[in-house]
């Protein structure tokens, strides 16, 4: 088993109900994380992308990517904590709308 495989796979939210993100898929190659999230839409999920975050440590249980959506910036911290992914969403409005940046932790579950 490699390192970081223990982030490897489809994280879903155990919330829900929740109107941030959905579910997350992670696998992890050549020492870097390949990230992709879903938020809340209707009628069905907005895909982010994906995003890679390069020159991971071996054996690590947590790292960050900045998400730009050109509206607003995500800086995401995943963690595994207990079997469980823990993603810390600090983000901030870039597009003149008066919304307050905010910080979210969400916990997902593996599928």
């Known amino acids: 088993m490699n390192q970081n495989d223990h982030f490897n796979g489809l994280w ?11 579910k997350c898929k992670i ?4 020492n870097s994380f ?4 879903w938020g809340a839409c209707q009628p069905q999920d907005c895909d982010w992308g ?5 020159d991971i440590q071996k054996e690590t249980d947590k790292f960050q990517l ?3 959506q050109e509206f607003a910036e995500s800086f995401v911290t995943y963690e595994i904590i207990d079997g469980r ?9 870039k597009d ?3 919304r307050l940046d ?8 593996k599928k």
């Open 27 to 30: 696998s992890y190659k050549n």
């Open 34 to 37: 390949v990230v992709q999230m």
């Open 12 to 22: 879903i939210n155990e919330d829900s109900q929740t109107r941030a993100i959905t």
């Open 50 to 54: 994906e995003n890679v975050a390069n």
């Open 85 to 93: 992914l823990k993603v810390t969403d600090k983000r901030h409005y």
């Open 96 to 98: 003149n709308s008066n």
């Open 66 to 68: 900045l998400w730009d």
């Open 102 to 109: 905010y910080r979210l932790v969400e916990y997902f579950k």
